[in-house]
């Protein structure tokens, strides 16, 4: 863990930083985050400003603090805290597109965001102390953006227990799972992605013509671990129901580089990684980072006449990247469970909120105002796109279901037996990768 540091110390530093910078936020949050799942031991230390609570600007356009309009009185503003920068292309962006859905919804909300909010970035500012300094000037809500504040959020909750928090992840309000805390004013919010990546898979394996597909992973964790065992059912199942072919013959390869986005100098380079994909024979790459790495290599390699195509993750527009070369994009729409639990906030009946982990809407996976989980069609697809509503429809419908067993473990050992059908908690927390895929299970 990083040492925790004095109050006046870390205002010190923070400010040096923020002159470095040649911004400052309105008020600099004062003390130390904590390490991510993995965490990274950072080299360099770039801080960004406090971002206008009504739009994702780049870290270099950061108004100044005469520049962010002040919220009126009666406005009901929320915090939004996210690990990465608010342009990122994935993750982050996603939960900034959902801060502008709520707003569209809801008169009178508006969002405070401070972005990139992780040990490289920030290393001398921890996530409850981003909360405090929020709450300070008014937030009524906060909202943690990724699995590395899970800590934070519950720290946060148990100081303030009148201040709703949420939490998007984690699963500490999970009364049947295996971390239940008992704070009724934290909110665990997620999505079903392993749908979306089952679809990512599915597409890969309908595109690929060597046969390997490379997953570009983030840190290894139960989530990652499962998002890419999803990806890897998905493409095992239409492999061998559409392709025809033997899962013996198809490889799946997953490479984590320890973080959820690039961390110069910490993390393996994805750029590079992607790159000995592409040189070993790997045509179809999924993504599970934050950052849109797979869609710029396989834009460069394609643009070199190499044919190769990707699946980008977590924005609706990710395919916009390299349309020509993109399967398709799995994607979390935030607005819709957010505008559920500010309104309950609002009318008073936000404690003990449910625990949400919400499948798509499979009536329209692409409703934006009803499915948490959704899958962008890319133009690489081609003829492979009726294949790929097929498998949809199956999933939708149930006649498709890829948890149930017999499914083992790269161990041997089983993750489902025979018959059986995976339950949530199997499948949240998932302990290894699953066999028949290469890469590390910790």
Avoid at 72 to 84: F, M, P, Q, S
Avoid at 130 to 159: H, P
Avoid at 201 to 211: H, K, M, R, V, Y
Wanted: contains cysteine; glycine residues 8%; charged residues 20%.
């Amino acid at each position: 863990m990083f040492a925790k540091r004095d109050t006046v110390a870390a205002l010190a530093t923070l400010g040096l930083l923020l002159a470095a910078c040649g911004a400052a936020p309105t008020a600099a949050p004062t003390a130390v985050p904590p390490k991510p799942t993995d965490p990274p031991k950072p080299t360099a230390a770039p801080v960004a400003a406090t971002v206008a609570p009504t739009a994702a600007t780049k870290p270099t356009d950061v108004p100044k603090p005469t520049d962010v309009p002040k919220p009126a009185a009666t406005d009901y503003k929320i915090g939004l805290i996210l690990v990465g920068p608010p342009n990122d292309g994935g993750w982050n962006q996603a939960h900034v597109e959902g801060s502008k859905y709520v707003m569209a919804k809801i008169p009178g909300v508006t969002f405070e965001i401070v972005d990139k909010v992780n040990p490289a970035d920030r290393p001398n500012v921890k996530g409850t102390q981003v909360a405090d300094d929020l709450i300070a000037r008014g937030a009524k809500m906060i909202i943690f953006n990724s699995d590395d504040f899970k800590d934070d959020a519950l720290e946060t909750a148990k100081k303030y227990p009148k201040i709703p928090v949420i939490h998007a992840s984690g699963d500490y309000s999970w009364k049947d799972g295996m971390a239940y805390k008992n704070q009724p004013n934290l909110a665990n919010l997620m999505g079903q992605m392993e749908y979306g990546k089952m679809m990512a898979g599915c597409a890969a394996a309908l595109n690929t013509e060597t046969g390997k597909i490379a997953f570009l992973g983030p840190l290894v964790n139960d989530e990652t671990r499962r998002l890419a065992s999803a990806a890897y059912l998905g493409a095992k199942y239409c492999w061998e129901t559409y392709r025809g072919k033997k899962a013996a013959d198809l490889q799946f390869k997953v490479t984590w580089i320890g973080f959820w986005f690039n961390i110069p100098g910490v993390t393996l380079d994805p750029t590079k990684v992607m790159n000995e994909f592409i040189n070993g024979g790997y045509d179809v790459t999924i993504s599970g980072l934050d950052t849109p790495e797979a869609a710029q290599e396989t834009k460069k390699a394609a643009a070199a006449g190499k044919k190769v195509k990707f699946v980008h993750y977590d924005l609706k527009t990710g395919c916009d990247i390299a349309p020509d070369s993109c399967l398709g994009s799995p994607y979390f729409n935030w607005g819709p469970e957010y505008v559920k639990a500010i309104k309950a906030a609002q009318d008073g009946k936000f404690d003990n909120y449910p625990f949400v982990w919400a499948e798509p809407d499979w009536k329209d996976i692409n409703n934006v105002d009803s499915s948490m989980v959704g899958f962008t069609m890319g133009k690489g697809l081609g003829a492979t796109s009726a294949d790929m509503d097929k498998f949809v429809k199956g999933l939708a419908d149930k006649s498709i279901n890829l948890w149930k067993g017999p499914i083992k473990y790269q161990d041997g050992s089983d993750f489902v037996k025979a018959g059986e059908t995976a339950t949530p908690k199997q499948i949240w927390y998932m302990a290894q990768l699953l066999q028949g895929m290469d890469g590390q299970s910790k």
